[in-house]
């Protein structure tokens, strides 16, 4: 991933914390689209499987894991200094079943 600092961090002092940011920066932001991708591909296979008709119990399994996924990407979110999350909830589209589950534990099967 290519990373260019703003040129207020170049200033000849603090060379070493400069290149410790430079790198913390470029991890947050290269880990933030990891999460991304993660959300894409977990949201898309539970669209698929609601289109194919797919039964209650597939459906919550794939919402469980899309709103864990979803989770994480939030808290990387914040992480990198994003605080309105609304803007990524309609950018990636998702479900309003999938955001009831969002931090909440997976749930427990029937006995």
């Known amino acids: ?8 961090f170049t200033s000849p002092s603090n060379t070493a914390l400069l290149a410790l940011d430079y790198e ?5 932001a290269d880990a933030l689209g990891r999460a991304g ?11 698929k499987a609601k289109a194919e008709g797919a039964g209650p ?5 794939l919402v469980d894991e899309a709103a864990e996924l979803v989770w994480a990407f ?6 990198c200094g994003f605080r309105s999350q609304a803007d990524a909830v309609e950018r990636y589209q998702i479900p309003r079943d999938v955001m009831i589950r969002v931090g909440v534990g997976p ?3 029937d006995p």
Do not use: G, N, W
């Open 1 to 8: 991933m290519s990373f260019r600092p703003p040129s207020s």
């Open 24 to 28: 913390l920066a470029a991890e947050k």
């Open 37 to 47: 991708r993660k959300v894409e591909a977990a949201l898309a296979a539970l669209a």
């Open 57 to 61: 119990a597939d459906c919550a399994h």
């Open 74 to 79: 939030l808290v990387q979110r914040e992480i």
């Open 107 to 109: 749930r427990k099967p």
